[in-house]
C-alpha cells in the first residue's frame, strides 16, 4: 500500500480548504502515534482542534495497517466529553470523516488500509457509536471487533462501562461493554481537569491492566489546556510553531477585553442582567453564565419582560429537551460555528439574542458569543467561558464580570494564598475560626478570591479594559492559575479488590465491599460547593404495575428488558428535588415512585412515605445519586424542567422513553404497545409480556376498568438495546448457527492475530456454544413443533421465555461440551477457556449460575452440580491469568461471533461477509 501522505489526508479528513493546512501539534502527534508513543497530556488551548486528535489516530492506524504493524496500535477511539456537555460535536466530526472516508478520492488509500483491518466487509470501514444523548447507542463499535471504531460518550456513560456497571444495561452486556472500552482503545478524555476523579481513575484502570498482562490494553490520554499537574511539562505538544500559524495566531490573540463590577452578593443577578441589557440593539448574540440555577432564572426573567430572545440553559434540563434546544432553537443556533459570519454588519445581524447558561454551557460544545456578561468563578471555568466569546478571533468582544463586595475587600484586606499540594485552601497564613465561619464556602470563595486577583495582573488595552486573549491567560504563572482551579474532590483510591467485586456481573444482589462506583468517576466533592444530585424520570409502568403485580414484574428485571435512557432524566440538586417531589405529594400523596439506588437496587415507595421518611432524615443521605421514578399522574413536568407544583398536564409528554431514535434521528428504535396494537416489522417482541388481570376469571371487570390488559415492549431487531445474538429475524438451524459463529470467529481472531490457544479456544467456543438448545423443553419455547427431526436456534421472534422456567441453555451447552471427544483432546488450559467462554456468553458464569439455574434435565443433578461448583472457580483461575479485561474481551469475542451469526440469512452472506472459503463447500 502506499504511504500515508498526512497533510494532504488530515485536509481531506478534516475537510480543510486548499490553502488551509494542519496545526503543528496534530503533525506532530501523527509522528509520535506512528512510532507507536502515547503522550499521557495534550496540551492545547480551547478552540484549537483538540477534536482532530480522531482524525490524527485515524491516519495513524491506517498507516500500521498498511506496514502491517497494526497488532498494538489501538483500534478503537473512545472520546470522553463531560457529563455537561450539551452538543455532540466529536460525534459530528466523526461522521463528517467517515463521510470523507466514501467520497474523497484523496483517501483511498487510507480507506482501503482501514478496511483491511476489519473481519467483514462493511461499506465504510469505521464504525462511530455515540453513548450519551437521546439518540441510542448503535452496537456499530462491537459489532466487529476488528474493525476500527470510534466511541463517544460521557464521563458517566465511559466510566460506569469500563468498572463492569454500565449506566442503562442489564447484567447481561456489562462484561462486554467493559471489555470492548477497556482493550484495544485509546481513551482521550476531554477537558480532563475538569473531572480530575475520573482522570485518576482511568489511569489507574491502564496501570492494573499493565500489572496483570491484559491482552491489548487501554492506552489513557488527557486533553485539556489548563492540566493540573505538569507530567508533560517537558514535552509539550503546543509549542511556538503553533503560535506561528496563522489561524492559531489570529484565535489565541483574539481581542477579549475585560471590565469589572462589584456589587452586593444579593445584587449579581440583576446586574448582570443590567449590563445584558445594555446589547439590546446590537443584533449581536450576547452569551451570559452564572453559577447558581436560581440567578440564571432570575436573569432570564428579566430580560423575557424586555420583551427580548432569550434561550437558558442549565444542567437540570430533561435530556430530550437539551438535545431539541441543541438541534432546533433558533436562539441556541445563532451561537454555534455554522451561523456566524463576520462580514455581516450590526444592520444585517438578526436582532439580539441571549444565551444564559449555568455550567451546562461551559465544556464541550461549539458555540461563540459575541460580548459575555457572567459572574466570578474559579480560574478553570473562567478560561472555559472565556473560550466561548470570539472563540474565532474574528471580532472584538468586551467580557463583564460581576462579583460580590466582599471579594474585593477579601482580596485587598488580606493576602492571596498560594497553591498547596490539594489545590483546597490556604497553605501559608492561618485563619481564624470566625474568618472560617464567616466564608462558608471558603475553599470555593478562596478560588475565586484568587481567580479575581490573577485576571487583576493581565495587562490592559488603551482603554483600560484587561486583555482576556488565550495568550495573555497564558501568560499567568502556571502556579498561581492552578492555585486558583475550583477545588478538587476526594479522590477515592482503587484497589485490586474493588475492581475484582466489580467484574463479578452475575452477582445482581447487593454485594458486601462492591460499591456504587459514581464517587470513582467525580469524586466526593464538598456538598457546600457542589451539593449531589438526584435524578428524576417518568415512566407508565410506576402506575400500571402495583399491588401484586409488583411480585409478578420485578422492578429491577423491567428496568433490564426497557433500561432508563439520558434523554429520559433530568437531574438537579438533591435538596431541591426533594423540596418538588414533597410539592408533588402534596397534591397525590398515595402515588407510588420507584427509587433506583445507586446500587441497580429498586425501592417501590408512596410517595408520602418517601417524603416523610426524608424528613425524619437528612434528605442528603436517603436520595444523594439516586433516580426517582414517578408514574405521568404525578406531574411536575414544565418545558423539562422539575416543577413540583405543576399538575399534570395532557399536552405533556412525561414518560419519553419510547422516544429513542438512531443516531440519525429517523428509526425508532423501541417502543411499548397495548393489545393488539403492533410495531413496524423490524421489531421484536422482548419478555415479558405484562398481563395487568392477576385472575383470568375477572376478564369481564377487568375490561370495564381500563379497556387494557395486555403490555407488549418491543425492540428493533440488531438495534443495540438488543443482545445482540437475539436478533435473527427468522429462524436458524442449530447446526447453520454453529457453523456460522465458528467462522465469524474464525475470521475475527485472524484479524486480531490472537495466540494460537486463545485462537482456538475463541473458535471452538463459537462453534459449541449454543448445543445446549438441543432440548426438547428449549424447543418447545420458541415454538419448534418439528423437533426432533428440525433442531433450531433461532425462532425468529417466537420465543416463550416462561415456559423455560429457569433452564439456561449455555448451562447444558457446559455439561456436553464436557464429553466431546474433541474437545477431550485439548490441552488442559485450552479446554479450561473454552469452558469459560461457553459458560459466559450470556453473562452468565462471572462468577456463577444461580442455584435455580444449575441444572439440566439431560443429565443427572449430581453432574450438573460438580459442573456448577466448577464454575466460579474456573472463572477466578482465568481473569487471574488474562485479567479483568483480558478475560472478558475473549468472552465478547465469541459473543461478537454470536451476534454475527445470528444476523446472518445464509450461506452466501456468510461467504460474502467473512470471506471464508471453508464455507463455500457446505
Known sequence: MPEIDFNECFKALAGLQESETPFPWQEKLFQEFVQKRFRSTCDIPTGLGK???????????????????????????????????????????????????????????????????????????????????????????????????????????????????????????????????????????????????????????????????????????????????????????????????????????????????????????????????????????????????????????????????????????????????????????????TFRNPSLTAESQPETVYLVCTSAGEVGVNISGDHLVCDLTPFDSMAQRFGRVNRFGNGDSVIDIVFANSMQENKTNSEVPTLDTSGLGNSNSEKSKKDQKTNKESPFVLSCIKTLHLLQKLQKYEDGRYIASPASLNSLPALERLAAFTPQPKILPTSDILFDSWSLTSVRQTLPGRPAVDDWLHGIADAEWEPPETHVAWREEVSVIAGDLLEKYKPLDLLESYPLKAHELLRDRTDRVFENIENISGRCPDLNAWLVRPDGGIEVIPLNQLVQRN???????????????????????????????????????????????????????????????????????????IDTLLNPEEEDDAETQSGKRFWHWYVISQSAEDDGSRTAR????????????????????????????????????????????????????????????????????????????????????????????????????????????????????????????????????????????????????????????????????????????????????IIKSAGISAMEEQ
Not at 288 to 308: C, F, H, M, P, T
Not at 821 to 827: M, P, R
Not at 860 to 866: A, G, N, T
Not at 887 to 902: F, G, K, P, Q
Open 730 to 909: 427468522r429462524e436458524q438451524d442449530l447446526n447453520f448457527h454453529l457453523e456460522s459463529a465458528e467462522a465469524f470467529a474464525r475470521s475475527i481472531v485472524s484479524r486480531l492475530k490472537l495466540m494460537d490457544a486463545e485462537a482456538s479456544a475463541v473458535t471452538l467456543a463459537a462453534r459449541w456454544h449454543d448445543i445446549g438448545k438441543n432440548r426438547k423443553i428449549w424447543q418447545k419455547a420458541i415454538g419448534n413443533f418439528d423437533y426432533p427431526e428440525r433442531v433450531l436456534a433461532k425462532s425468529g421472534g417466537k420465543m416463550h421465555p416462561a415456559e423455560l422456567g429457569n433452564f439456561r441453555h449455555e448451562f447444558g451447552s457446559l455439561l456436553d461440551v464436557s464429553s466431546i471427544h474433541e474437545f477431550l483432546e485439548l490441552e488442559q488450559g485450552v479446554q479450561e477457556l473454552i469452558m469459560h467462554l461457553v459458560a459466559a456468553h450470556h453473562g452468565r458464569a462471572r462468577p456463577h449460575f444461580p442455584s435455580e439455574e444449575a441444572f439440566d434435565h439431560n443429565h443427572m443433578d449430581i453432574q450438573s452440580d460438580e459442573i456448577a461448583c466448577e464454575v466460579p472457580l474456573r472463572f477466578g483461575r482465568l481473569q487471574r491469568k488474562y485479567g479483568r479485561w483480558g478475560l472478558a474481551y475473549l468472552e465478547s469475542l465469541v459473543r461478537a461471533a454470536d451476534a454475527l451469526a445470528s444476523q446472518a440469512n445464509d450461506t452466501t452472506k
Open 51 to 337: 477534536t482532530a486528535v480522531i482524525a490524527v489516530w485515524l491516519l495513524a492506524l491506517a498507516h500500521h495497517a498498511s506496514k502491517g504493524t497494526h497488532y498494538d496500535f489501538p483500534r478503537r477511539l473512545v472520546y470522553v466529553v463531560n457529563r455537561r456537555t450539551v452538543v455532540d460535536q466529536s460525534t459530528r466530526e466523526a461522521e463528517t470523516m467517515r463521510e470523507a472516508l466514501d467520497k474523497d478520492i484523496r483517501l483511498k488509500g487510507v480507506r482501503d488500509a482501514l478496511q483491511s483491518l476489519g473481519a467483514l466487509k462493511w461499506d465504510n470501514p469505521l464504525a462511530i457509536s455515540t453513548l450519551r444523548g437521546e439518540m441510542a447507542d448503535n452496537g456499530e463499535w462491537r459489532n466487529d471487533p476488528a474493525r476500527p471504531a470510534v466511541i463517544v460518550g460521557t464521563v458517566d456513560m465511559i466510566g460506569s462501562r469500563l468498572l463492569f456497571s454500565a449506566y442503562g444495561r442489564g447484567f447481561r452486556s456489562r462484561p462486554l461493554h467493559a471489555a470492548f472500552l477497556g482493550q484495544d482503545t485509546l481513551l482521550v478524555h476531554d477537558e480532563a481537569h475538569l473531572e480530575p476523579a475520573f482522570q485518576e481513575l482511568i489511569e489507574s484502570i491502564a496501570e492494573e491492566q499493565t500489572r496483570c498482562k491484559d491482552f491489548l490494553r487501554m492506552r489513557v490520554m488527557a486533553m485539556t489546556a489548563t492540566a493540573r499537574s505538569d507530567e508533560d511539562a517537558d514535552l509539550p505538544l503546543f509549542t511556538d510553531k503553533d503560535r506561528e500559524h496563522v489561524v492559531v495566531e489570529r484565535r489565541i490573540n483574539a481581542k477579549k477585553r475585560i471590565s469589572f463590577h462589584n456589587v452586593e452578593e444579593k445584587k449579581i443577578a440583576g446586574e448582570i442582567a443590567n449590563l445584558a441589557k445594555r446589547y439590546d440593539r446590537s443584533g449581536k448574540a450576547i452569551l451570559i453564565y452564572a453559577r447558581k440555577v436560581k440567578d440564571v432564572i432570575e436573569i432570564e426573567k428579566q430580560l423575557s419582560k424586555n420583551g427580548l430572545k432569550v434561550q437558558k440553559l442549565t444542567g437540570t434540563l430533561r435530556g430530550m429537551e437539551r438535545d431539541e434546544l441543541a438541534n432546533n432553537d433558533p436562539v441556541f443556533k445563532r451561537f454555534m460555528p
Open 615 to 689: 424528613r425524619q432524615k437528612k434528605p442528603l443521605e436517603n436520595l444523594a445519586n439516586c433516580t426517582v421514578l414517578l408514574p405521568p399522574e404525578a406531574g411536575g413536568l414544565s418545558k423539562g424542567f422539575l416543577q413540583g407544583d405543576e399538575e399534570f398536564s395532557q399536552s405533556i409528554r412525561y414518560d419519553v422513553s419510547d422516544q429513542l431514535f438512531d443516531q440519525e434521528g429517523k428509526i425508532r428504535l423501541r417502543c411499548r404497545l397495548w393489545d393488539d396494537d403492533k410495531p413496524h416489522t423490524d421489531m421484536r417482541l422482548i419478555p415479558p409480556i
